[in-house]
Every structure is written in C-alpha cells, then in structure tokens.
C-alpha cells in the first residue's frame, strides 16, 4: 500500500486563510488524523516565519558594487514570489518560501559583506518595501444590510485587514480609505480586504462587483484588485470590477474604466491595458456586470471625517431615492454622512413617479421625514397629466444635441466602428427639470455612450408643464459615422 501524500498545495491554502469556510471545516477534519499532513504544515509555517524574520531584520546598506549579478536576479525572482504567494496563493508551493529565505540569508551572510557577517544596525533603513503604517476603512452610506465578517455593519463602522465584507440583495455600502481613495461595494458582492496600508492596497473580489475612487499613487505604492486569474492594478483612477461566476466554475471579469488608466495582469503578465473611458472582459464580450452608471465613492474629502450622518428610513411605497449625486434602493434603511445644509433629492414610487424632497442636516445630522417622500394625494377621480408644447420640446431637444454629440465622437475615438439607434425615454416633473433619463432601448453596445447620453439629458431644462404633473418623452437617436 502506498503512503499517503500529503497536499501541499492545499495546505498552503489553509494557512493563508483562503479556503472557504466549507473547504477548512473539512481540512481540519483531515488533519485530525493525518500525522503527515500535520508534518508537512508544521514546515510550512516553518519556512514562511523564517521567511518572515529575514525579511523584518533591519541591517545596513549592503555594498552592491560586491553583489555577483546573478544573486541579484535570484532575489528578484523571490521577492515575486513571497509577493504572489500572499496575493493568491494559488498554485503556490511553500519551497517558493524556502527559497526567498534561503537567498535573503545568503544576501546577509554571504561575500557582499566586505567586513563578513553584519551587526545589527537599527539606524539603517530596512530591506524590505515599506507599505506604510496600517489603515483602516470606515463606513461612509450604507443602504440595506451588508456585513464585515459576519457582523451587521452600519454607518461609521471601519474594517481593517482580512475584514470579509458581503452586501445582500438590493443593497450598497461606501467606504472610504483615505484623502480621495474609496470604493463602493454593489449588491449580491463578497469582497476580502487583503491589504490595507498607507502604500499599499489589495482587494480580493469573490463574486460581484467593487468600484474604486483611487487618488494618485506615489512611486512604488500600489492599489490593486484581485479578480481571479486577474488583477487589477492602478494608478489614480475611477474604475470598476466585476467578477460573475457562469456555470458554476468559469468566472468572467469584467473592467470598465471611467478616467485614467488600468493594468490587467495574469501569473504576472500583462494581457490588457485598459484606457478610459472604455471596458474590458474575459472571456471577450462576456455577458458579465456592465454598470451603466458608474457611481462614485462619497464622502473622500479630508473635511468628510467630520460630516454629520442623515438616516433615510424603509417606507411603503417608494422603492429607490437620488440623493447626494447617488441613486440608492430603499429596500433597506439608508444611512450615510453629508455635509452641513440643506440636499434636495427625488423619491420614486413603484412605478417610477418622482417625489422631489428636501431636508435640513445640522451639525448633529438629520432624519428624513418618510411623508416627505410621498407624492401628495389628488382627490380628484382622474390621474393628472402634464402636458408640453411639442415645438418646445423640440427646441430643447435641439439645444440638447450639441452635448449629445461630444458623447458620440468621445466614443468613436475609442470605437471607430461604433454605430447604432438609441430611444431614450425622458421623464419631465412638474418643475421642467428632468428627474429621470434612461435608454429604453439601444442596439450601440458601447456602456461609456449610453452612460454619457443620460448625463446630457438628466440636464436638460423645460418650462414647467401645463397642468401640473409630470410629462413623459420618448427621444430617437440614431448614430452614424457620416
């Protein structure tokens, strides 16, 4: 009969933590009663502490003029090593670990010394890249229920490292990192915060979709996002990824970009370079998460630490709200920091009819009234309709197409091909503003267009309707190169 082999692959696994919590419980029942097994982790940790201490011992600068080239590439390629080895540890084995310790001690006690062996020196600058001191995500919106590691989060709360974070159904939470630096997690999303320093970031993204607000890096910082076989690295950008799981075991990642630039890399090559605005998939065209509107983190002004909070509560009735810039559900209670003053913001029914509010926030903060977002009751037996002049509508309209057009040559530079028709359905309240612009239909696939397109007309401006109601507009466009 054979020995039993012990798998080292997923022993490496269970030791980083990335197993799921089915995959552990079911390791841990193996190594109950599987000495090798037992052994062979026993190394592991062996390796990766003795791996950790080389690297946090603090010596003076070497002489590299005295360093052979070849001991310089060997360190190299470990270093890339421990780095991939705590990114994903996917298809990692521990003598990667073995190695990058054998090479650094061979660095410190090796013929690059001239005077031999060194002696501790805690004014030297150490080894290692410094990632900076730890920091921690706080809450800034929360709309429905998410949790941070099993835990109900609310407004305020902060995360730190290996936090796992899930939104449920209809739900979205806002975190803020730093000075201009947060992202947005969207609903049904798992996501793992790997990393969290002042100079180093990495997001492991389960299943879902995170959007990031990332201000500009300083030279060897990074920001990355994890989206297995993928990773998402950054500069300072406004960007999002998707990961969907198809089948049960292919995942299509999906990256769409709204300003500056992206590097998606596989086993540590560069597959694409992703400019915005534009988006990227794989597989290509993958029928992954496209957001039409890219949302954008609030609260990451220095100021926004201070902001008071304002509670929307659930109510019968009104199914979603814009306020602050951000379209949110009600299916849970809304709770999110804002400034000092008096926000406007627009409730829609279940049927899409907008109520406009608006509410006072003192520095204490503020609870929206819930009546406040219910249209007021007609007592009359017929609905009222608003109407507008169709030759207004069509000087509008007119106006608007200038805007709509800057849309359509922005998007051609990055699709010269690109044309299609478009019917975008406009809905006008009682005020002439436009409370909401959606593509009813559209058979020009390019996501940055159709986004672009709605932010033109949600701008628009009509006279007030006759009749005192809101007004429906249906608007064709077609797209064509000549």
Same mark, same amino acid.
């Given at each position: ?14 030791? @980083? ?26 190394? /592991? ?14 010596? *003076? ?25 705590? %990114? ?8 990667? &670990? ?5 090479? /650094? ?21 150490? &080894?290692? &890249? ?20 099993s835990r109900a989060l609310a407004l305020g709360d902060t995360v730190g490292e290996d936090a796992r974070l899930v939104t449920s159904a209809a739900s979205t939470t806002h ?42 890096? $300083? ?27 198809? $089948?049960?075991?292919?995942? /299509? ?18 597959? %694409? ?9 794989? *597989? ?38 814009? &306020? ?43 609870? @929206? ?20 002049? *169709? ?47 959606? @593509? ?35 608007? *064709? ?6």
């Open positions: 009969m054979n020995a039993h082999s012990a798998k080292t692959a997923a022993l490496i696994a269970y030791d @980083l933590a990335v197993l799921s919590s089915a995959g552990r419980a079911r390791l841990d029942r193996h190594l109950a009663g599987c000495a090798p097994c037992r052994g062979e982790l026993t190394a /592991i940790r062996a390796f990766e502490q003795l791996r950790i201490e080389a690297t946090e011992q603090r010596w *003076p600068e070497p002489n590299w003029e005295q360093m052979e080239l070849t001991l310089r590439r060997e360190a190299k390629a470990a270093a890339t090593d421990i780095r991939r080895a705590r %990114a994903g540890a996917r298809n990692a084995l521990y003598g990667g &670990f073995a190695a990058a310790a054998a090479v /650094i001690l061979a660095m410190v006690g090796g013929s690059m010394w001239p005077q031999g062996a060194p002696t501790q020196n805690t004014d030297a600058a150490p &080894f290692a &890249f410094d990632e900076g001191a730890m920091r921690q995500g706080t809450v800034t919106a929360i709309a429905g229920r998410a949790t941070g590691d975190l803020r990192l730093g000075d201009g630096t947060g992202f947005v997690i969207a609903a049904d999303t798992t996501v793992m915060l790997e990393r969290s320093r002042e100079r180093a970031t990495i997001i492991r993204l389960e299943s879902g979709r995170i959007t990031s607000r990332v201000a500009h890096l $300083d030279e060897g910082a990074r920001y990355e996002i994890v989206a297995a076989p993928y990773v998402v690295h950054v500069r300072g950008t406004h960007f999002s990824v998707s990961r969907q799981i198809a $089948d049960g075991v292919a995942a /299509i990642v999906t990256v769409t970009v709204h300003e500056g630039i992206v590097d998606v890399t596989e086993n540590d090559a560069l597959v %694409a370079r992703v400019e915005g605005p534009s988006r990227w998939s794989a *597989p290509e065209d993958g029928a992954g998460l496209h957001p039409s509107v890219l949302v954008d983190p609030i609260a990451l002004a220095p100021e926004a630490a201070t902001w008071p909070s304002v509670q929307i509560p659930v109510t019968s009735g009104v199914a979603s709200i814009e &306020f602050d810039g951000l379209a949110l559900p009600l299916a849970g209670a809304i709770a999110m920091r804002t400034s000092v003053g008096t926000h406007a913001g627009v409730a829609f029914d279940l049927r899409g009819v907008p109520t406009r509010f608006s509410i006072d926030v003192g520095p204490e903060g503020a609870s @929206l009234d819930p009546t406040l977002m219910l249209a007021p009751v007609v007592a009359d037996d017929e609905p009222r309709r608003g109407t507008l002049d *169709p030759a207004v509508v069509r000087d509008v309209v007119t106006r608007g197409m200038d805007g709509v057009q800057r849309c359509y040559q922005t998007a051609l530079m990055r699709r010269p091909d690109l044309a299609g028709h478009m019917s975008l359905r406009i809905t006008v309240d009682p005020t002439g503003h436009v409370s909401r612009a959606t @593509l009813a239909t559209s058979d020009a696939p390019y996501p940055w267009l159709s986004t672009c397109v709605e932010n033109q007309a949600a701008a628009w401006s009509f006279p007030a309707p006759s009749g005192g109601a809101s007004v429906s507009l249906s608007v *064709p466009l077609d797209f064509a190169t000549n």
